[in-house]
């Protein structure tokens, strides 16, 4: 591999960059879907520019998904993974949406899962 290789940024993910796509969060999902569905994860971003600092969000053929600060060092090592984002590109990952609490309340949460 070329040293500058790594330098250079270029898409790693396949998908329709030119979509529009509507931007929601976990509980948007879970309001207008339920929370038993099952979503295909197109790609994986940081948003540097939140206001609240890098913020994780996840592509899905509709959304572009906020999904919360407690994922954002998973999706960056997920990005950094080769043969995860090779899954992504052939569709074969996905979440799903749980609901917790914690000591700060109650929130959602994305379990990952293969899709077959």
């Known amino acids: 591999m070329n040293i500058l290789e790594k330098y250079n ?3 790693v993910f396949n998908y329709d960059n030119q979509k529009v796509r509507e931007y929601i969060n ?3 999902l ?4 339920g929370i038993d569905k099952q979503y ?3 790609a994986l971003f940081i948003n540097t520019k939140s206001r609240f600092g890098d913020a994780p969000i996840i592509v899905t ?14 999706v960056k090592q997920m990005m ?4 995860l984002i090779e ?6 990952v996905g979440f799903k949406i749980y609901g917790y609490r914690g000591r700060n309340g109650s929130g959602y949460s994305v379990q990952w899962v293969e899709i077959k």
């Not at 053929?61 to 998973?74: C, G, I, K, R, S």
């Not at 950094?80 to 043969?83: R, T, V």
């Open 9 to 11: 940024k270029k898409p």
């Open 87 to 92: 899954l992504i590109n052939d569709r074969k």
């Open 80 to 83: 950094q993974d080769a043969e």
């Open 30 to 33: 879970v309001n207008k879907f």
């Open 61 to 74: 053929d509709d959304y572009m998904v906020n999904a919360p600060q407690h994922l954002l060092e998973t």
């Open 26 to 28: 976990l509980q948007g």
């Open 40 to 42: 295909e994860v197109q």
